[in-house]
């Protein structure tokens, strides 16, 4: 799943960040879980439990945001439930699930969507603490957690927008 490739134009070294789902089977309607609580289908969303576990994610996530000055003030007082459905929905379909998200929102654009933010370092850093204790909180297998835990950790590198404090 790794990304070794650079943008043509862009300064070497900087990776690119996939946003097509690299499983790209449609998640099916029944359900592949184990007697673990676990899938065992075909794509990566389906295999850690389809769209439970990505709820339980962005839910856990969103509790630390909403207690972190730095990050919370970038989101309108009213809309971290509306923020909660749209991270859920972009991480269900990256990771193989239903593309409900492609068809209300569009082409993801991720580094578009956060440009009007100021996402500095501080911000990339706040937002991986608070990502990385929800990831733990799932309880994932090793090799599961490490495949999720390694495309947040890019994406939110690439999500950087400015150095200034």
Do not use: C
């Not at 929905?89 to 580094?111: A, N």
Request: aromatic share 10%; net charge negative.
């Amino acid at each position: 799943m790794t990304n070794d490739s650079t943008a043509p134009g862009a300064p070497s070294g900087i990776p690119l960040i996939p946003i097509i789902p690299t499983a790209t089977k449609p998640a099916t309607t029944g359900s592949s879980a184990s007697d673990d609580g676990l899938g065992s289908g075909d794509t990566f969303y389906e295999q850690v439990g389809g769209r439970a576990t990505f709820e339980r994610l962005v839910r856990a996530f969103y509790a630390g945001v909403a207690a972190d000055p730095v990050l919370v003030a970038m989101y309108p007082e009213d809309d971290l439930e509306g923020a909660i459905q749209r991270l859920t929905g972009f991480l269900e379909q990256y990771w193989g699930g239903p593309t409900t998200y492609s068809q209300e929102r569009g082409h993801p654009r991720l580094r578009m969507r956060h440009n009007p933010f100021k996402v500095n370092p501080d911000a990339r850093d706040r937002w991986l603490s608070h990502m990385h204790a929800a990831v733990v909180s799932l309880a994932l297998p090793p090799l599961q957690e490490a495949t999720l835990w390694d495309y947040l950790e890019r994406a939110a590198h690439a999500m950087v927008n400015t150095f200034d404090e």
